[in-house]
């Protein structure tokens, strides 16, 4: 899925992106970027391909306005409101996906431990999805420079032996681009937070 944020512990962790913590300061004093090249690429291929789709018109409403906006990538998404805004959205959108399979249905652990075959199957009860939104609204805000508070998971562990393939991973940061064009985010500042999340494929993909 993608950032298959699916459990609950769900993708983030402080470790998560290569030092957020200790890299966010110094990003944020010359516009934000991820810190991955690669990262970096893969946002801009996403971006052109939706502007390709749409002739070049989505999300670009304030994005000349925004051109030499230096505030950190948090402020421009609205802060906590518009981070907490966002996260709401995308989650509920992703978890409604089949092509995501948030919940980790029919997935099974496999490997050569003695658990074996058993289910990874995530329970969406209203507490567990509620710590999730928050976990992923708090790396959001804190990835993006924000406040420095994450309680959830470090996320490679988080997502181990959950078979994340990377076409789930896409579907899921295809689920967050919807979400930021339904909330008119301008192509700058999306293209930024796709990137950030983009940093984090490696630590959970776990199936090509």
């Known amino acids: 899925m993608m950032i298959k944020l699916t459990t609950p512990a769900m993708l983030l962790s402080i470790a998560l992106f290569s030092g957020c913590a200790g890299t966010s300061q110094q990003q944020n004093k010359d516009y934000f970027t991820s810190g991955s090249a690669q990262a970096d690429q893969r946002a801009e291929q996403r ?40 996260t709401e959205d995308w ?14 249905q029919d997935v099974t652990q496999g490997g050569l431990s003695i658990h074996f075959d058993r289910s990874v199957q995530w329970d969406p009860n209203p507490q567990a999805v509620n710590d999730m939104k928050t976990h992923i609204a708090q790396f959001i805000a804190l990835a993006s420079g924000g406040p420095s508070v994450y309680q959830g998971k470090e996320m490679k562990s988080a997502h181990a032996g959950l078979h994340i393939s990377n076409a789930e991973f896409d579907a899921a940061v295809g689920d967050l681009k919807a979400t930021l064009d ?27």
């Not at 925004?66 to 966002?86: P, T």
Request: no cysteine; proline share 1%.
């Open 47 to 86: 971006m052109a391909q939706a502007q390709q789709l749409t002739g070049g018109s989505q999300g670009s409403g304030s994005g000349t306005a925004l051109a030499d906006d230096k505030r950190s990538l948090y402020d421009r998404l609205g802060g906590q409101a518009g981070v907490q805004a966002i």
């Open 91 to 104: 989650i509920n959108r992703a978890m409604a996906d089949p092509r995501v399979n948030w919940n980790r």
């Open 182 to 208: 339904k909330m008119q985010i301008a192509n700058k500042e999306q293209k930024e937070l796709l990137a950030i999340m983009e940093t984090t494929r490696a630590q959970i993909v776990e199936e090509q």
